[in-house]
């Protein structure tokens, strides 16, 4: 038997375990995964300095290395994630709602985990610890496969996971990995029917792509985050420039950050030199239009492709429109529906880029960078859905579950 058949095989087993074990079991492997990612940060380290060497061999962009490092400071935030997930209400068991028939059936919905649970995406070594986190909170198994970028930090992670997991009483196969990185092997998972009940991907286009195009399970799409600002004519101009350099530098490589900027031409001629010169002084290459160029010279030309691009890097592309009107319709033609943002003071501006605006999270007057998990109050979060089935946005524990009904009755037959 192979690895990945031996795993899903490992996982499929373990998942109906998994269904009775109880919130005390659950929250208790949680804090030992927490306390033993903590005790063991070094050694995760020293398998993380692998790859980024291997990475900076590849000739990875420095904005793609910087997702792939992991510090103390930063696998202590991951274990806080975790002890974030443990405090959260279990959502497994909760009866969603219940009503009474004339015939005197009484039918109920209760939240049930999906099943087994795979995920495949990319050089973010923290995915392996969200995924585990939220899969066992909802008493889900997991099969994850990391790329090749970050194999050796994914494996340290999955074994002081799997060690801390099962001492707590967690079944073998709750926490899976596959350490076969080979693209046939992420096909082949795509398409194990009988095994996988939910695949997530997260990653660039590309693998969204080859996930939706391939996949014969059940798919959560989540897409990339091609993001923009729009600072209406009537916005706050000092609240706009920290927005947006929050939005576009606080962590360029992530799928919230904002990779174009909408300025109303009302404000053109004042706005536009302000925040081009705070994102210059950011080390931000900048991709504008002729009408912003006739303002500000001193930037690269963009072409429509820089509309559609979500560069996970310090690049901004920039367009000069007419209103918010003019915003919205530019917005829904080049985003990807992950994350947009105005800034304005105007009300009725505010409520119509909220209405017609087609995102998972639509902002007035806050950067893009809050669509996230952890922000939303959610502890993590296993994906950001930009599908409208079954879930949409930062995807947290009642995303992870599915609906059984339970019917009560007193002999009842059908007539």
Same mark, same amino acid.
Request: charged share 25%; with cysteine.
């Given at each position: 038997?192979?690895?990945?058949?031996?795993?899903?095989?490992?996982?499929?087993?373990?998942?109906?375990?998994?269904?009775?074990?109880?919130?005390?079991?659950?929250?208790?492997?949680?804090?030992?995964?927490?306390?033993?990612?903590?005790?063991?940060?070094?050694?995760?380290?020293?398998?993380?300095?692998?790859?980024?060497?291997?990475?900076?061999?590849?000739?990875?962009?420095?904005?793609?290395?910087?997702?792939?490092?992991?510090?103390?400071?930063?696998?202590?935030?991951?274990?806080?994630?975790?002890?974030?997930?443990?405090?959260?209400?279990?959502?497994?068991?909760?009866?969603?709602?219940?009503?009474?028939?004339?015939?005197?059936?009484?039918?109920?919905?209760? =939240?049930?985990?999906? !099943?087994? &649970?795979?995920?495949?995406? #990319?050089?973010?070594?923290?995915?392996? /610890?969200?995924? +585990? *986190?939220?899969?066992?909170?909802?008493?889900?198994?997991?099969?994850?496969?990391?790329?090749?970028?970050?194999?050796?930090?994914?494996?340290?992670?999955?074994?002081?996971?799997?060690?801390?997991?099962?001492?707590?009483?967690?079944?073998?196969?709750?926490?899976?990995?596959?350490?076969?990185?080979?693209?046939?092997?992420?096909?082949?998972?795509?398409?194990?029917?009988?095994?996988?009940?939910?695949?997530?991907? =997260?990653?660039?286009? !590309?693998? &969204?792509?080859?996930?939706? #195009?391939?996949?014969?399970?059940?798919? /959560?799409?989540? +897409? *990339?985050?091609?993001?923009?600002?729009?600072?209406?004519?009537?916005?706050?101009?000092?609240?706009?420039?920290?927005?947006?350099?929050?939005?576009?530098?606080?962590?360029?490589?992530?799928?919230?950050?904002?990779?174009?900027?909408?300025?109303?031409?009302?404000?053109?001629?004042?706005?536009?030199?302000?925040?081009?010169?705070?994102?210059?002084?950011?080390?931000?290459?900048?991709?504008?239009?002729?009408?912003?160029?006739?303002?500000?010279?001193?930037?690269?030309?963009?072409?429509?492709?820089?509309?559609?691009?979500?560069?996970?890097?310090?690049?901004?592309?920039?367009?000069?429109?007419?209103?918010?009107?003019?915003?919205?319709?530019?917005?829904?033609?080049?985003?990807?529906?992950?994350?947009?943002?105005?800034?304005?003071?105007?009300?009725?501006?505010?409520?119509?880029?909220?209405?017609?605006?087609?995102?998972?999270?639509?902002?007035?007057?806050?950067?893009?960078?809050?669509?996230?998990?952890?922000?939303?109050?959610?502890?993590?979060?296993?994906?950001?859905?930009?599908?409208?089935?079954?879930?949409?946005?930062?995807?947290?524990?009642?995303?992870?579950?599915?609906?059984?009904?339970?019917?009560?009755?007193?002999?009842?037959?059908?007539?």
């Amino acid at each position: 038997m192979d690895e990945l058949l031996e795993k899903c095989t490992l996982a499929r087993d373990a998942g109906y375990k998994m269904a009775s074990v109880g919130t005390i079991v659950k929250d208790n492997a949680l804090e030992a995964i927490a306390n033993a990612l903590e005790e063991k940060a070094e050694e995760i380290i020293s398998a993380n300095k692998t790859d980024i060497e291997n990475a900076r061999k590849n000739g990875t962009r420095q904005a793609m290395i910087d997702r792939l490092t992991l510090t103390k400071e930063r696998i202590a935030g991951i274990a806080e994630g975790v002890r974030q997930v443990k405090a959260l209400s279990d959502p497994i068991g909760e009866v969603v709602k219940m009503w009474k028939r004339p015939n005197g059936l009484i039918i109920g919905q209760k =939240r049930v985990p999906m !099943g087994v &649970i795979a995920i495949i995406y #990319e050089a973010r070594p923290n995915v392996t /610890v969200d995924a +585990a *986190a939220l899969c066992l909170k909802t008493s889900n198994v997991c099969v994850l496969r990391g790329g090749s970028e970050a194999i050796n930090s994914n494996k340290a992670i999955m074994k002081i996971m799997q060690d801390a997991a099962y001492g707590a009483g967690l079944p073998v196969g709750a926490l899976n990995i596959i350490e076969d990185t080979s693209r046939e092997t992420a096909t082949r998972l795509m398409q194990m029917n009988g095994y996988i009940d939910l695949l997530i991907p =997260r990653g660039g286009k !590309g693998l &969204i792509r080859s996930v939706v #195009e391939n996949a014969t399970v059940p798919v /959560v799409e989540t +897409a *990339a985050g091609n993001c923009h600002v729009y600072v209406d004519g009537d916005a706050d101009m000092d609240m706009a420039v920290k927005i947006v350099l929050n939005a576009k530098v606080q962590r360029p490589s992530v799928c919230n950050a904002a990779e174009t900027l909408l300025v109303d031409k009302k404000i053109a001629d004042e706005f536009i030199p302000v925040i081009f010169n705070a994102l210059k002084e950011k080390n931000v290459e900048i991709r504008a239009d002729k009408a912003a160029k006739d303002i500000f010279a001193d930037v690269s030309d963009a072409s429509d492709e820089d509309y559609y691009t979500e560069y996970n890097d310090y690049i901004i592309a920039v367009k000069v429109v007419d209103g918010v009107g003019e915003a919205i319709e530019h917005i829904n033609k080049y985003n990807t529906k992950h994350s947009e943002a105005i800034v304005t003071n105007n009300y009725e501006h505010s409520q119509r880029f909220l209405n017609e605006v087609d995102a998972a999270a639509v902002y007035v007057n806050a950067s893009t960078r809050f669509t996230d998990g952890f922000e939303f109050g959610f502890g993590a979060e296993i994906g950001i859905s930009t599908q409208k089935m079954h879930a949409r946005g930062p995807m947290g524990l009642e995303a992870l579950t599915s609906i059984k009904y339970i019917i009560y009755g007193d002999g009842q037959i059908r007539e």
